[in-house]
């Protein structure tokens, strides 16, 4: 796997790399812009070029993909907030091809007071909308879908809800799925020895197809086998642990895939100092790889 972490792009995106590079990362995850707002400044042609001096100074970190605004949501059964989550979720593909990014991962939505059939209609609405509104400005972008935990009114709890997503927009070169192990784990599905992830990876190939997969995020869980709560922990500190993870960097099917921490940054140790993780959780990862 091309193992990274979620690198912080205050001051500049072109700043992540620097930052990529010194926790370890081969390639990273980043937001283009403030994730929990909706607006951005506009890019510049001078922020492009510095972003592209950056990585090219930064050639092995590669690809960098792009996680949408938690904010947006085009499962919304209300009218106004689902125009305005699918314009900022064009704006951030269109963010993402302008820098030559090639994965923006989005969380599916929440059907709120509507139910999951609705909440699932409408994601399939903004996608097709989305994919015929980008051919032009986004062609060098694949959207992704995440896999959920199943909190609250989430879509993206099973395999099979992203597979009806998929369907009703129909197959398209540009529309993936990004596998996050700690929803997954949450949602019920056990990824934690040989059998069980194998049992999980052949239902996801049954519901969707593996090639629909085109990054992971690797977190471990806070939280037990099917909590439906998402919450991140350290790798192999959490209810999934070193062995579900050693079946993930160990399956040569992701050798070229993209795969990104989003646990916390930083963790106290004994005597009250702050510890940087990425580096920590990146080194217990590559420690699994078998060779
Ligand atoms: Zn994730
Ligand atoms: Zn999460």
Known sequence: MRLGAHMSAAGGLFKAFARGDEAGCD?????????RQWKAKPITEKDVEKYKKAAAEYAHIQPVAVHASYLINIASPDDALWEKSYQALKDEVERAAAFDLPLLTFHPGSFMKSDAA???????????????????????VTVCLETMAGQGTHIGRSFE???TILNEVGEHERLGVCFDTCHVFAAGYDIRTP???ATTIDAFDKAIGLDKIKCFHLNDSKHELGSNKDRHEHIGEGFIGKSGFANFVNDLRWANHPAHLETPKTKEDEDGNEIEMDPVNLKTLRDLIEN
């Open 195 to 197: 059998e069980t992830y």
């Open 118 to 140: 609705a909440g699932m209609g409408r994601i399939a609405e903004g996608l097709k909308r989305l994919l015929a509104e980008t051919a032009v400005s986004a062609n060098n």
């Open 161 to 163: 809800q992203i597979a």
């Open 27 to 35: 390639s990273m995850l980043v937001f283009t812009k403030s994730n």
